[in-house]
């Protein structure tokens, strides 16, 4: 959901895996096929600061690279935890990765030949990003699910080589844009939404524009994003577009009259920027400016459902939050003072890059922001088991519905009544040798390092 990214990107993420077989099953199916060779032999290598920024604490945490890889990047954060980004390898090639739990666990396949991004990602790890094809630089936009990579389905026509894909939802609809027409039919520049990559609706124009452009797409189906308007010439309005029906949003006072919408969240919240660069938000359809210090360039890449907003003016990552500006700074030390923050998720945790000291390049890092004196709340556990009818004797358990007030969950430990861990996973299956009732408790824990579990006795039929 939100997010525009200009630059392209991977998922990474960061899990930690293990599992000890129980004397009373045959063993633990997880999710192996996740784990790639690269990944499967990455390590946690993050580290974290913390500084006081005003009435802030905020803390860095660093979430490293591939093995042997010099640099990384994370482009957005799900609800979920998980982070996706690029990483270099021993190679010195990029890779689209995903982080769970700080440890890159996944890199994502590229369509044929082509140069991917991933630069959004919802709960089921649906993904969007672009890709560049050929020495000409053709690009497209990419939809990643179950593991499978396809190109976005042009717009119709002759002219159409492929579509922009901007944002994703968490029922897996994609936002974007393209060209259509050619030949005897004139060309035009309309957005859209897609599912499964094809072409699921041509949303047109803002009534008497002649161009339009889907930056995202919120879980109710509204979307943003910018066009013309009739009688206006070639001057951009940021726009919702709600079941057929665009709303044009009001720009701030001021000599340059252009808008753009980058980011809706559930409630309709939009993010952007408004006369010609002036970062913004929209609440009920009336603009409010965001404050800077100091005028400087800058982009808006995200709001959450709790309305902060993420972004980069100048060389420095920014979170505005409850009307705050407060900056990101770059790791301490840096040989570079720029740092740049893209995506954040409903629990607040904003990812992105930031130059690191000399000779260690740039790295991914993800960023928490809490109240000064509010000291850090311990993670809640929660689970389910989900078990298929005897004779199976086979369990699906899931912690992710866990959360953490202030945090993120980075770690996941299950264990049986005697204290064995059996997996520390998220989500696993355990196929038992009979019928019997357990009792397991599952731990979590959270970027501060504190701990909360819940304890359960279930029965497998």
């Not at 200009?6 to 000890?20: D, R």
């Not at 389905?153 to 259509?180: C, F, K, R, Y």
Request: charged share 10%.
């Amino acid at each position: 959901m939100f997010r525009n990214r200009i630059a392209a990107f991977t998922a990474v993420g960061l899990l930690l895996v293990g599992a000890c077989t129980d004397g009373a099953d045959r063993g633990t199916t997880e999710p192996a096929s996740l784990l790639t060779a690269d990944a499967a032999s990455a390590i946690a290598t993050s580290t974290a600061v913390t500084r006081i920024v005003g009435n802030w604490q905020v803390t860095i945490t660093d979430l490293g690279t591939l093995p042997g890889g010099t640099f990384s990047s994370a482009y957005d954060i799900n609800n979920i935890g998980e982070v996706v980004g690029i990483a270099s390898d021993a190679a010195g090639m990029n890779r689209r990765v995903i982080w769970q739990n700080g440890i890159i666990v996944d890199t994502l396949p590229q369509p044929s030949s082509a140069v991917t991004t991933a630069t959004q990602l919802n709960e089921h790890r649906q993904l969007v990003g672009f890709a560049n094809q050929g020495g000409g630089g053709i690009g497209y936009g990419v939809y990643w699910s179950n593991g499978t990579a396809v190109k976005l389905q042009p717009l119709p026509g002759t002219a159409a080589s492929g579509a922009a894909a901007n944002g994703i939802n968490a029922l897996g609809d994609v936002a974007g844009g393209g060209t259509g027409g050619g030949g005897t039919v004139p060309l035009y520049q309309h957005a859209g939404i897609w599912r499964n990559g094809l072409l699921f609706r041509d949303i047109g124009v803002i009534p008497g524009g002649n161009y339009s452009m889907a930056y995202d797409i919120n879980d109710a189906g509204q979307v943003t994003g910018t066009g013309t308007a009739g009688g206006t010439g070639a001057r951009q309005y940021a726009f919702v577009w709600t079941n057929g029906i665009f709303t044009v949003l009001p720009d701030l006072p001021g000599s340059f009259l252009q808008s753009v919408g980058r980011s809706i969240n559930s409630r309709g919240d939009v993010a952007g920027q408004s006369n010609g660069g002036d970062p913004v938000v929209w609440k009920n359809g009336q603009v409010q400016a965001l404050p800077m210090p100091t005028r400087l360039a800058n982009t808006i890449s995200e709001i959450n459902d709790s309305g902060d907003v993420v972004g980069t003016v100048g060389s420095t990552g920014v979170l505005w939050k409850k009307g705050q500006y407060i900056p990101l700074d770059p790791w301490p030390g840096a040989a570079v003072n720029s740092s740049r923050a893209r995506g954040i998720n409903n629990q607040g945790i904003v990812v992105g890059e930031s130059y690191l000291p000399a000779g260690q390049g740039v790295h991914a890092v993800m960023w928490t922001v809490t109240p000064v004196g509010v000291g850090n709340k311990p993670p809640v556990a929660a689970w389910t088991v989900s078990c298929q009818p005897a004779p199976a004797h086979t369990c699906t358990f899931n912690g992710t519905g866990s959360r953490d007030p202030d945090g993120s969950i980075v770690g996941y430990r299950w264990t049986n009544a005697g204290g064995m861990t059996l997996s520390t996973l998220a989500t696993f299956t355990r196929t038992f040798s009979r019928s019997m009732t357990v009792t397991w408790t599952l731990t979590v824990t959270d970027n501060g390092g504190k701990t909360g579990k819940l304890t359960k006795t279930f029965t497998v039929p």
